[in-house]
């Protein structure tokens, strides 16, 4: 691929999805190591979250108190969030040149307060117009894992912490984000990448190497100093 002089020094925006305690923080740090050992500036971030104004709603959202509001305006909050995370981190970050590693961004709205929480397509659409304009990942790994194994790994790391808004709900509101997470990455094959997450997290760390390879480090300028 062949890229103009300004999207060749952007950096590359890769997003991290699926469901509670799917790895997705262990399988950043992973990366973010791996392109440092490459030679590649990352940051790593998160949603809700990765800026001081996104960090407090972040409380609100997951302390549950933007339940109380109704799906929508519980959405907003998210959106609010992540439209200083946009553009107080990733946009900046991006324009050095420096890679940026989120975990979560929009598809985690589309999956939690769209398909769960039954938010219209059309005023999720009208938020991400306005909080990430064009911004979409250039790689969104979507770790895939049996609902079970999933929360049972949050449980673990949680230990004797009280489950958050989400990680609170049932089962098959659970299982409703796995069909939700599985859903996206079939319909948007090109950007996205849906890998088995139940297996050894080094494993899962060499597959999205391989994805990552292929995707994005063939691209100039960064192949030169990597291998695989
Ligand atoms: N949300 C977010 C919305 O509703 N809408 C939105 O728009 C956005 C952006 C955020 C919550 O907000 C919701 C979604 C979420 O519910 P959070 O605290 O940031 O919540 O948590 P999550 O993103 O859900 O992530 P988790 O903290 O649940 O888990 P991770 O990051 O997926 O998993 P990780 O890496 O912490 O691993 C969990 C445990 O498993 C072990 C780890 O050591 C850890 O103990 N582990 C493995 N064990 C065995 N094999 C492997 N391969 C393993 N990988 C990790």
């Known amino acids: 691929m062949t890229l103009s002089p300004d999207a060749a020094l ?89 890679w940026v590693l989120c975990d979560r961004f929009s598809d985690s709205t589309r999956a939690y307060q769209g398909r769960l929480g039954h938010v219209a397509p059309e005023v999720l659409d009208a938020m991400e117009r306005v909080t990430i304009g064009g911004l979409k990942p250039d790689l969104t790994v979507i770790l895939d894992i049996p609902v079970e194994i999933g929360m049972t790994r949050a449980a673990v790391r949680r230990g004797k912490s009280a489950p958050d808004r989400f990680e609170a709900e049932g089962l098959a509101f659970h299982q409703g984000l796995r069909d939700a997470f599985r859903q996206i990455a079939h319909d948007e094959p090109q950007r996205c990448v849906l890998i088995d997450a139940s297996i050894d997290a080094s494993e899962v760390a060499a597959q999205i190497w391989a994805a990552l390879n292929k995707r994005l480090l063939s691209e100039q300028p960064y192949h030169e100093n990597v291998s695989a």
Do not use: C, N, Y
């Open 10 to 98: 952007r950096g590359r925006f890769i997003s991290f999805e699926g469901g509670e305690g799917a790895g997705k923080s262990t399988q950043i740090r992973m990366l973010a190591d791996r392109l440092d050992e490459a030679g590649i500036r990352a940051i790593v971030t998160r949603e809700p979250g990765g800026s001081p104004g996104a960090e407090i709603i972040r409380h609100v959202v997951l302390s549950g108190m933007g339940k109380l509001l109704g799906p929508e305006a519980e959405t907003l909050l998210f959106a609010a969030a992540r439209d200083d995370h946009v553009h107080a981190v990733i946009e900046p970050a991006l324009a050095q040149g420096v």
